[in-house]
């Protein structure tokens, strides 16, 4: 391993920064309100999300649409072992885990051994996440449309292992799995793996020239970032302890996951983070100032993110993340600013 000293300037400012950035997080919770709090579990809820799909499309560039399927699925899985079986979260997201990953390879087969890529294979993983949603809709063992309910324990103490507590004990379980996403998406970006999807995301034909085989390498892609999504859903299932077919299936909320990554910047690092949170803060910002001044906007927040993305498709189609991360001094010159 390069000694500290001798490691390029940038590389050193970004460490510093990370760890800064992480400590400020860890004391977030004793700082914020209530409500703070809970608008800071979104945003790493969106970020972790954002990673996920980033290894789809940033890393190995096939745009999927559905990725709400698993975070359905996923939540759907763990809540009925938990319901029906008495079965904890964590031995219920194994499960969840490969159900969700058995998804992502029946998707990816289908599509990659058939030659379907670009914006058929974007309509594909919409059509899997529309199809789910209907079945649930009509699943009666699950709730079907009337929704599925976890029951609520009132605990006076944090219990982790049944994932049952006060917001700042699922606050730091999202840190975690968004701080663990990061680590691993890094280390995925510098692994052959990642040069491969790179090569792949830029052109397949001369990838697959190469001797790169872009078939399976494809195909694990979706698998990661299929079940890395997974345990979002887990999250969401015993965070909210509510799930609607209507609600999670639905094609809003693949968008919400993907918007991150864009706003950020796709293929970055710190992309959906910085999108996470800048789409999130201002989102609930401009709906808590309109709620204050007594005006009804439907679909505020919707409008919002479009007026967003159409802004930084205009000034910054890579994202905010890699002019951003110049401005710092954390890129090489010319870098994209992972």
């Given at each position: 391993?390069?000694?500290w000293?001798?490691?390029?300037?940038?590389?050193?400012?970004?460490?510093?920064?990370?760890?800064?950035?992480?400590?400020?997080?860890?004391?977030?919770?004793?700082?914020?309100?209530?409500?703070?709090?809970?608008?800071?579990?979104?945003?790493?809820?969106?970020?972790?999300?954002?990673?996920?799909?980033?290894?789809?499309?940033g890393?190995?560039?096939?745009?999927s649409?559905?990725?709400?399927?698993?975070?359905?699925?996923?939540?759907?899985?763990?809540a009925?072992?938990?319901?029906?079986?008495?079965?904890?979260?964590?031995?219920?997201?194994?499960?969840?885990?490969?159900?969700?990953?058995?998804?992502?390879?029946?998707?990816?087969?289908?599509?990659?051994?058939?030659?379907?890529?670009?914006?058929?294979?974007?309509l594909?993983?919409?059509?899997?996440?529309?199809?789910?949603?209907?079945?649930?809709?009509?699943?009666?063992?699950?709730?079907?449309?009337?929704?599925?309910?976890?029951?609520?324990?009132?605990?006076?103490?944090?219990?982790?292992?049944?994932?049952?507590?006060?917001?700042?004990?699922?606050?730091?379980?999202?840190?975690?799995?968004?701080?663990?996403?990061?680590?691993?998406?890094?280390?995925?970006?510098?692994?052959?793996?990642?040069?491969?999807?790179?090569?792949?995301?830029?052109?397949?034909?001369?990838?697959?020239?190469?001797?790169?085989?872009?078939?399976?390498?494809?195909?694990?892609?979706?698998?990661?970032?299929?079940?890395?999504?997974?345990?979002?859903?887990?999250?969401?299932?015993?965070?909210?302890?509510?799930?609607?077919?209507?609600?999670?299936?639905?094609?809003?909320?693949?968008?919400?996951?993907?918007?991150?990554?864009?706003?950020?910047?796709?293929?970055?690092?710190?992309?959906?983070?910085?999108?996470?949170?800048v789409?999130?803060?201002?989102?609930?910002?401009?709906?808590d100032?309109?709620?204050?001044?007594?005006?009804?906007?439907?679909?505020?927040?919707?409008?919002?993110?479009?007026?967003?993305?159409?802004?930084?498709?205009?000034?910054?189609?890579?994202?905010?993340?890699?002019?951003?991360?110049?401005?710092?001094?954390?890129?090489?010159?010319?870098?994209?600013?992972?």
């Open positions: 391993m390069m000694p000293a001798a490691r390029p300037a940038h590389e050193r400012r970004a460490a510093v920064g990370l760890a800064l950035l992480l400590v400020l997080l860890l004391a977030l919770p004793f700082a914020v309100s209530g409500y703070l709090l809970s608008v800071s579990i979104l945003i790493l809820y969106f970020a972790y999300t954002g990673q996920a799909w980033n290894v789809m499309m890393f190995a560039g096939q745009l649409l559905g990725h709400a399927l698993y975070v359905g699925v996923a939540a759907y899985a763990v009925a072992l938990y319901v029906h079986f008495g079965v904890g979260p964590w031995i219920g997201l194994w499960l969840a885990v490969l159900l969700c990953a058995g998804l992502g390879a029946v998707i990816g087969f289908l599509a990659f051994r058939f030659g379907i890529g670009g914006v058929y294979f974007a594909l993983t919409i059509a899997f996440a529309e199809f789910t949603r209907i079945g649930f809709d009509h699943f009666q063992w699950v709730g079907a449309s009337g929704g599925f309910f976890l029951p609520v324990a009132q605990r006076g103490a944090n219990d982790l292992l049944g994932l049952r507590g006060s917001p700042v004990m699922f606050y730091y379980v999202m840190l975690a799995l968004a701080v663990a996403a990061f680590a691993l998406c890094a280390w995925l970006l510098r692994s052959r793996a990642g040069y491969y999807w790179q090569a792949i995301r830029e052109d397949e034909e001369a990838a697959q020239a190469l001797g790169i085989h872009a078939f399976r390498w494809k195909m694990l892609a979706v698998l990661i970032s299929s079940a890395m999504t997974a345990l979002a859903g887990v999250f969401f299932a015993f965070y909210y302890n509510n799930l609607f077919p209507e609600q999670i299936f639905h094609i809003s909320r693949s968008i919400e996951m993907i918007l991150g990554p864009i706003i950020g910047g796709v293929g970055t690092l710190f992309g959906p983070v910085l999108g996470a949170a789409l999130t803060l201002l989102a609930d910002g401009i709906t100032l309109l709620a204050r001044l007594g005006i009804e906007f439907p679909g505020v927040k919707q409008v919002f993110y479009g007026l967003v993305l159409l802004l930084v498709i205009m000034f910054r189609p890579h994202g905010l993340w890699p002019a951003l991360a110049r401005r710092l001094g954390v890129a090489r010159d010319g870098d994209a600013g992972r």
